[in-house]
Nanobody
Framework: QVQLVESGGGLVQTGGSLRLSCAAS????????WGWFRQAPGKERDFVAS????????SYADSVKGRFTISRDNAKNAVYLQMSSLKPEDTAVYYC??????????????????WGQGTQVTVSS
C-alpha cells in the first residue's frame, strides 16, 4: 500500500520559516516528479511547487517564488519544502503529491496520482 506522510507543519509568526517533509512508503518514486499543493479554508487546492524526477527542474507558483524551495532525496524516497519569509496568506493545509507518470513534471493536480493526508501550516500576523 502506497503511503505519503507529511510532517513539519505548525504555527509560525510572520517572517518565520518552516520545513515540510514528505516520506513515501510502499513503492519508490525515484522516476517521478514530486509536487506540493495547498488548500486554504473555503478555497480550492492550489499548486505551490514541483520538482522533476532528476531534481534538475523546479516550478513554483508566483506567490511563493523566492521564498519557498522544493528539494528531493531519492535515496529516502522523500520530498521537502523549505518555506521562508512566511506570510499570513501562506496559511493552509499543505499536501505532497507524487507524479502519476514517470519522467514528466506538471503543475496541476491531475499530473499527480498519489497524495499525502496534509499538514497544517498557520502563519500568525
Amino acid at each position: 500500500q502506497v503511503q505519503l506522510v507529511e510532517s513539519g507543519g505548525g504555527l509560525v509568526q510572520t517572517g518565520g520559516s518552516l520545513r515540510l517533509s514528505c516520506a513515501a512508503s510502499g513503492r519508490t518514486f525515484r522516476n517521478y516528479a514530486w509536487g506540493w499543493f495547498r488548500q486554504a479554508p473555503g478555497k480550492e487546492r492550489d499548486f505551490v511547487a514541483s520538482i522533476s524526477w532528476s531534481g534538475t527542474t523546479t516550478s513554483y507558483a508566483d506567490s511563493v517564488k523566492g521564498r519557498f524551495t522544493i528539494s528531493r532525496d531519492n535515496a529516502k524516497n522523500a520530498v521537502y519544502l523549505q518555506m521562508s519569509s512566511l506570510k499570513p496568506e501562506d496559511t493552509a493545509v499543505y499536501y505532497c503529491a507524487a507524479g502519476s507518470r514517470p519522467y514528466t513534471i506538471g503543475t496541476v493536480a491531475s499530473n499527480f496520482g498519489s497524495w499525502g493526508q496534509g499538514t497544517q501550516v498557520t502563519v500568525s500576523s
